[in-house]
């Protein structure tokens, strides 16, 4: 086949784009390298195999046409994307811009220049907004949703939050929509926590890595100031590891005659969920340490619980997760040690193109 991987330097589209390659398929990558950690990305891939490169930003119509024109993709990978809730705040015109505008700008091109490209999109959890309309008990690690126990379903309303909600939102639907009025061949996913290698996590974005980093910081000097997280610590997700996330996206399109048109909820499921002071606690047990930490208010919009009910992709597709959280945050930190992952050094620069 051959393979286009908008945003193919992010976490997600590189790990793509990398399986791609290892599969014998012909690949082309479009970034414009905004994203931390996105030129290193790059390199790995180089030192993979050929591909095309397109150094291009999705909020241009000209370039994704062009790519779209020129490549004429069996397959497209939408991962591209700005990927972080404080960023959509403080600047809602870029998060419009790249996640909105962006999605439009691939689709019209798939619809005038490649209409039987099959399309696939990184969507989130967001477009549920905050679930507090649900009933939580809360136990002395972790909020429990009394009404999904086991995780919420695809029926769960949509229902936009923030300018990170609305724009993927926006997308998420639009994507939808043109599977329905225009005949495209379009999956959407809509993520939980996603973890592995390649992820260059920040303090917005990432927050498996980015407690990884922490606590391989602490491991190194005990006496380091406390980091800071938001809440009580107590909130619930349910973590997946990349290669499992992978196999999810080439699994669907394998299965495409069953997955065209329809969403799913993919995440590591009720088996693999953990809160934040759950996580601390694996983190301490594994590197021998103790993690100390300052509460901050919660995140605006910040949902209490979580967990993605699988069971629509197991039906329709035969997928579930396979690796366990605990085996893959113990991989983990294994890469975050190797790549020599450095703390966040600034603000988080703007995120145009990778997710």
Not at 119 to 130: A, C, L, P, Q, R
Not at 156 to 172: E, M, N, Q
Not at 312 to 321: I, T, V
Request: net charge negative; proline share 4%.
């Amino acid at each position: 086949m051959k393979i286009l991987v908008l945003g193919g330097c992010g976490f997600l589209g590189s790990n793509l784009a990398s399986e791609g390659m290892r599969k014998g398929h012909e690949v082309a990558v479009f970034d414009n390298l905004s994203r931390l950690g996105a030129d290193r990305n790059l390199e790995w891939l180089r030192e993979q195999g050929r591909f095309k490169f397109y150094g291009e930003d999705v909020r241009s119509q000209q370039a994704v046409q062009n790519a779209v024109r020129e490549f004429r993709p069996d397959v497209l990978f939408h991962t591209a994307g700005q990927v972080a809730m404080t960023t959509s705040i403080a600047d809602p015109r870029l998060d419009f811009e790249t996640n909105a505008l962006g999605t439009f700008n691939m689709l019209d091109a798939v619809r005038q220049y490649s209409p039987e490209t099959i399309i696939t999109f990184s969507s989130t959890n967001k477009v549920y907004g905050d679930l507090e309309s649900y009933r939580y008990s809360e136990t002395d690690t972790r909020y429990v949703c009394d009404d999904f126990p086991e995780g919420f379903p695809e029926s769960v309303p949509l229902d936009f939050r923030t300018p990170y909600g609305c724009s993927k939102g926006s997308a998420d639907q639009y994507i939808r929509d043109f599977s329905l009025t225009y005949g495209l061949r379009t999956v959407v996913f809509r993520h939980s926590s996603i973890f592995g290698g390649r992820q260059f996590a920040t303090s917005d974005q990432g927050w498996i890595g980015w407690f990884v980093q922490q606590a391989l910081e602490t491991a190194a000097d005990p006496g380091r100031e406390p980091f800071t997280i938001h809440g009580n610590g107590k909130q619930v997700r349910d973590v997946l590891f990349a290669p499992d996330l992978i196999d999810c996206y080439f699994s669907a399109i394998e299965r495409i005659d069953q997955t065209s048109g329809e969403v799913f909820n993919i995440g590591g499921g009720y088996r693999n969920s953990l809160s934040l002071l759950e996580l601390f606690d694996l983190l301490g047990r594994e590197l021998g340490i103790e993690l100390r930490y300052r509460q901050l208010a919660p995140r605006e919009s910040d949902q209490k619980v979580f967990v993605a009910d699988v069971a629509k992709a197991e039906a329709l597709f035969g997928w579930r997760p396979r690796t366990d959280s605990t085996s893959g945050i113990r991989q983990m930190i294994d890469w975050v040690r190797d790549s020599h992952c450095a703390p966040e050094a600034q603000p988080e620069r703007a995120l145009a193109a990778s997710a």
